[in-house]
């Protein structure tokens, strides 16, 4: 697992196929109730016009009781909520799990530090997912 320099994005390398991990991540959102919002298929979109890019996938999900305060508290994070995960083919052919740092996205936004628990189970998800 890396932490992109300043970004506040972690990469996780992931051991199956994009598709394979992006369905994995669906079925562990869905077995701990947790709303997906949206699964955009960025490479599936820009094939539609004819161009071409590498597997990936982006999951939008998150629990509004979770994510509501931290908006409560700083507006501004209602642009990184609810919480996302990319699932993406690298240069190399593998497949990568990312995610905005729950830290990170508290600095960002300057929320209370004792509300980062409230999205801090991206990481878990992201690292189950990658399995």
């Known amino acids: 697992m890396t932490l992109a320099t300043n970004s506040g994005i972690v990469d996780i390398p992931a051991k199956h196929s994009v598709d394979e991990t992006a369905a994995k991540l669906k079925?562990?959102?869905?077995a701990k109730g947790i709303m997906l919002f949206a699964l955009v298929d960025h490479s599936g979109e820009?094939?539609?016009?004819?161009?071409?890019?590498?597997?990936?996938k982006l999951l939008i999900f998150g629990n509004p009781k979770a994510g509501t305060p931290?908006?409560?508290?700083?507006?501004?994070?209602?642009?990184?909520l609810p919480l996302k995960i990319l699932v993406w083919e690298d240069r190399a052919g593998k497949t990568q799990v990312s995610y905005n740092s729950a830290e990170y996205l508290q600095q960002r936004h300057g929320f209370p530090a004792d509300?980062?628990?409230?999205?801090?189970?991206v990481a878990v998800l992201a690292q189950k997912a990658a399995e």
Request: charged residues 10%.
């Open 46 to 56: 820009a094939e539609k016009v004819g161009m071409k890019m590498p597997n990936t």
């Open 27 to 30: 079925a562990i959102l869905q």
């Open 70 to 80: 931290l908006m409560l508290a700083a507006p501004s994070t209602a642009i990184d």
């Open 115 to 121: 509300l980062v628990q409230n999205i801090a189970a």
